[in-house]
């Protein structure tokens, strides 16, 4: 994939003066380092069992939610699958309460109830964080539902895996967001393996955005190793879907630079190491850097300053992490049901316990 | 009080709560234009307009997972499976989705959801429409589960359904949908969830059950007498959350059980309510607890077949035989 050189990010405010575009960039690289220096720490907590279960990590796809959700506004929505921990961050969650989560932790942003797959929060619209492959499409679509059934001027961001749109799941939703013209923008993001599964071993389209003509539905291709061409394309689809004409499909193409999991080696049985550093050249981050510097926004010493304050950020959230409790065991039976036991009848086993 | 059928308590619910509450509104297929295909939803589309009556594709995980995400985000969705037979279809939205959504999130989003459609056997529509999945539903922690018998409860639990702020399957006898009899109009006649009712009193043994197999232990119940047995009939009417006090007390004032449901044995209602007994009122038996259910097989498509694997007021009764050692 030849790496286009955007312009420099459209300018937020339709006005559009300089000074406004310079912070967009300058708020969007920084964002970016968080996710990987965060991350990087999460890996490093893994490995020494701080961290249990699951935990897919997002290096090397940062420029897709970073770029996407810097095109929405106040109010929006945004759901994704199990590689979650940069879109929480992008929505502006608390750090420290998505380490703590990791962690199990009774201060996580899911009260230890959720982990690395299923982060939360209400306060910043940002609905999770669901662990079955195509199964929060519906959810999504469901949102938008919502946003129309209110009239509400909101849109709603979906994110998915590449593996994800050969699902019923993907089809069902497309067609009925596309039939009620909803206010939805689904972005699927192609690293190119479902699992160890190469994309073009496992559909018969290699093209993903050709599957929303199946649907009279508008798509488009994007750059996901360069934020600006995320926010543009995003942009885009966000202000159509917000004035009332329905839904884009955008598929991004980028690359992880880990393993499907924590417990899947960056290279070995389904690419090799030479596969993933040649895709390494290719850095959104070291790229995104390089051109701001090149442009005058954002100088070298500038970089290393930020790099050090979300390492400090990560680190930070880390401790809290580890100095949080524990949740208590009486949290067990908690928020099962929105109401509490009746006379043990809920809970089919509490008189046993 | 009125006297309407089944199908009417169920439409009359519908009605009040929407109208009581903007944000409920009813999706499934043939819901709308078709007023539904058992004409449970007849009328609703002309009252309550496209937006609040939806007649969706014919695609059930879609809409259901519709419904559970503007669940999660304030609307108060009824999604109707034409049966539950479809459903299965969409239980991925349904166990991964609505059920958990509140504990996974620590308690953030709640999902005041409810799911409804006909359940059981008809008449000879052979295996893939012949099914009880109650006892499927209930497996699943976050889920509540009602399953009316008569045309009252069937309006008192679908309005306490809608309120609810849980997810709630209400099963509806397909069989029951003609079935007539006294109905309150009170707006505000609400069942709540998680409390069983004696159908009726009894001395020497009880039937417990739920759902179209209420019909079949009374009428089992009606025949006993006249061989000098009083049966006590006890309708559970909601799975989950399950009356277990009013169980515990039927099998202390009877102290012989027979259970009766209409799905099949094996993880059935009837199993959890045995071990149940068996667990906290072992002392009061005089007897095994003894089930009728579905026989372990497909429904067969062929009459005689068909009634021969449908639990019958005949094997009631010989099982309640059975526990009074007759």
Not at chain 1, 113 to 134: C, D, P, Q, T, W
Not at chain 2, 58 to 73: P, Y
Not at chain 2, 188 to 209: H, N, Q, W, Y
Request: proline share 4%; with cysteine; hydrophobic share 40%.
């Amino acid at each position: 994939m030849a790496k286009k050189k955007a312009d420099p990010m459209p300018a937020a405010q339709p006005s559009g003066d300089a000074s406004a575009q310079r912070d967009d960039n300058r708020e969007m690289l920084r964002s970016m380092l968080l996710q990987r220096r965060f991350e990087e720490r999460t890996a490093e907590a893994y490995a020494i069992g701080k961290i249990g279960g699951f935990c897919h990590l997002y290096i090397g796809q940062e420029a897709v939610a970073t770029g996407a959700i810097h095109a929405l506004q106040q109010g929006d929505y945004v759901m994704t699958a199990y590689r979650e921990h940069a879109h929480a961050l992008q929505c502006g969650m608390d750090p420290g309460s998505i380490m703590a989560e990791l962690y199990g932790k009774a201060t996580g942003c899911s009260k230890g109830k959720g982990g690395s797959m299923h982060m939360f929060s209400a306060e910043r619209n940002y609905l999770g964080g669901h662990g079955i492959v195509g199964g929060q499409i519906p959810l999504a679509l469901g949102v938008a539902w919502k946003i129309k059934y209110r009239g509400e001027q909101r849109v709603m961001q979906v994110y998915m895996g590449e593996a994800a749109v050969n699902q019923g799941a993907f089809h069902e939703s497309l067609n009925m967001a596309a039939l009620w013209k909803l206010p939805l923008v689904l972005i699927v993001e192609n690293n190119r393996f479902g699992m160890g599964t190469a994309w073009e071993r496992a559909s018969s389209l290699y093209d993903i955005a050709q599957k929303a003509s199946a649907y009279a539905m508008p798509s488009a291709v994007a750059d996901g190793m360069d934020p600006l061409d995320m926010y543009r394309v995003t942009k885009e689809a966000a202000d159509r879907a917000r004035s009332g004409e329905g839904p884009t499909l955008i598929e991004a193409r980028t690359y992880r630079f880990v393993g499907h999991s924590m417990s899947d080696p960056v290279s070995g049985v389904y690419r090799t190491k030479e596969d993933v550093e040649r895709e390494k050249l290719k850095d959104p981050i070291r790229i995104y850097a390089d051109f701001l510097a090149k442009q005058g926004i954002l100088s070298q010493e500038e970089l290393e300053k930020m790099d050090a304050e979300v390492r400090e950020i990560s680190e930070k959230a880390a401790q809290f992490a580890e100095d949080s409790p524990d949740p208590e065991v009486g949290e067990l039976y908690k928020d099962v049901y929105a109401q509490e036991d009746v006379n043990g009848r809920l809970y089919f086993d509490m008189r046993n316990r | 009080m009125a006297v309407i059928t089944y199908r009417e308590a169920l439409n009359q619910a519908l009605a009040e709560e929407m109208e009581r509450d903007p944000d409920v509104f009813l999706m499934g297929e043939e819901v709308g234009v078709y007023n539904g295909a058992y004409k449970v939803s007849k009328g609703l589309l002309d009252r309550f307009g496209e937006m609040r009556v939806v007649d969706t594709p014919i695609t059930e995980l879609g809409f259901t997972g519709l419904g559970v995400g503007a669940a999660m985000t304030g609307l108060r969705p009824v999604i109707e499976f034409m049966t539950y037979n479809f459903s299965l279809l969409a239980l991925d939205q349904v166990v991964h989705s609505a059920a958990k959504l509140l504990s996974m999130s620590g308690g953030q989003f709640k999902i005041p959801i409810t799911f409804r459609g006909p359940t059981g056997a008809a008449l000879q529509l052979a295996a893939q429409h012949s099914q009880a999945l109650e006892a499927m539903y209930a497996h699943f922690p976050g889920m509540k589960i009602v399953v009316p018998g008569t045309p009252a409860d069937a309006k008192g639990l679908l309005k306490a359904a809608i309120r609810d702020d849980d997810p709630v399957a209400v099963f509806e006898g397909e069989m029951l949908y003609n079935l007539k009899g006294e109905v309150p109009e009170d707006d505000d006649f609400v069942i709540p969830l998680g409390v069983a009712e004696v159908k009726r009193e009894g001395r020497d043994v009880s039937i417990i059950t739920h759902g179209k197999m209420v019909h079949v232990a009374l009428q089992a119940a009606a025949q006993l007498e006249k061989d000098g047995v009083s049966a006590e009939v006890l309708d559970l009417r909601s799975l989950r959350p399950l009356d277990v006090d009013a169980i515990l007390a039927t099998v202390a004032k009877t102290n012989r059980v027979v259970l009766v449901e209409e799905g099949w044995a094996f993880g059935g209602i009837t199993a959890t309510v045995a071990a149940l007994i068996q667990e906290e009122a072992f002392d009061h038996l005089d007897a095994p607890i003894l089930r009728v259910t579905q026989a372990d097989v497909p429904m067969p498509y062929a009459k005689g077949l068909e009634k021969a694997a449908k639990p019958s007021v005949e094997l009631v009764v010989e099982k309640v035989n059975r526990v009074l050692y007759r």
